[in-house]
T-cell receptor, first 116, second 114 residues
Framework: ETGVTQTPRHLVMGMTNKKSLKCEQH?????MYWYKQSAKKPLELMFV???????ENNSVPSRFSPECPNSSHLFLHLHTLQPEDSALYLC???????????????FGPGTRLTVT | SQQGEEDPQALSIQEGENATMNCSYK?????LQWYRQNSGRGLVHLIL?????REKHSGRLRVTLDTSKKSSSLLITASRAADTASYFC??????????????FGKGTLLTVNP
């Protein structure tokens, strides 16, 4: 148990569906992240929020829409996804980003997404 | 690319043996971190080593960093079957402006046979 929870743990959705992934951290961190993990590829950073402000969007398609209402919660809204978007989506949190570098990140268990 | 590359891609050893995994990267870093992932689960942070440090220990883990060679190694001593997992190095560097971000490698899959 890392103090970061994600729901749902598994999600199957059609290409025309709209769904949301939720992440919650109980660690008092101010930075939150979404990553995508596909088979045989490195972990890909998607979005970063620091004190609720988006500080990184790693050229992610607009069919992925993040939302960070406060420092403890992070959502990833999904719509009109493609089969190649099937992957493990991981949320992480850390102490706030600094101009001098990053702290260690704490990951949730992930949401296994399958797009049919 | 700043991405770290782990070597080997896969490693299979017997319980009790030591396991060594290496990570190489291309540009200057602020720190380097090692993570572990059990199959289909989230990553767990193991060790963070700063660019001005050469070696760190945590229990059965030993990490070295050679910034002149842009490489790091993770040594797990007296391995156990429960150490079976994928191990990732992540390099922390400025991504533009004042922001830093971690960039992960593809990982080393370690299998420890009982």
């Amino acid at each position: 148990e890392t103090g970061v929870t994600q729901t749902p743990r598994h999600l199957v959705m059609g290409m025309t569906n709209k769904k949301s992934l939720k992440c919650e951290q109980h660690l008092g961190h101010n930075a939150m992240y979404w990553y995508k993990q596909s088979a045989k590829k490195p972990l890909e950073l998607m979005f970063v929020y620091n004190f609720k402000e988006q500080t990184e969007n790693n050229s992610v398609p607009s069919r992925f829409s993040p939302e960070c209402p406060n420092s403890s919660h992070l959502f990833l809204h999904l719509h009109t996804l493609q089969p190649e978007d099937s992957a493990l989506y991981l949320c992480a949190s850390s102490l706030q980003l600094l101009t001098s570098g990053s702290y260690e990140q704490y990951f949730g268990p992930g949401t296994r997404l399958t797009v049919t | 690319s700043q991405q770290g590359e782990e070597d080997p891609q896969a490693l299979s050893i017997q319980e009790g043996e030591n396991a060594t995994m290496n990570c190489s990267y291309k540009t200057s870093i602020n720190n380097l971190q090692w993570y572990r992932q059990n199959s289909g689960r989230g990553l767990v942070h193991l060790i963070l080593i700063r660019s001005n440090e050469r070696e760190k220990h945590s229990g059965r883990l030993r990490v070295t960093l050679d910034t002149s060679k842009k490489s790091s190694s993770l040594l797990i001593t007296a391995s156990r079957a429960a150490d079976t997992a994928s191990y990732f190095c992540a390099t922390d560097a400025a991504s533009g402006g004042s922001n830093y971000k971690l960039t992960f490698g593809k990982g080393t899959l370690l299998t420890v046979n009982p």
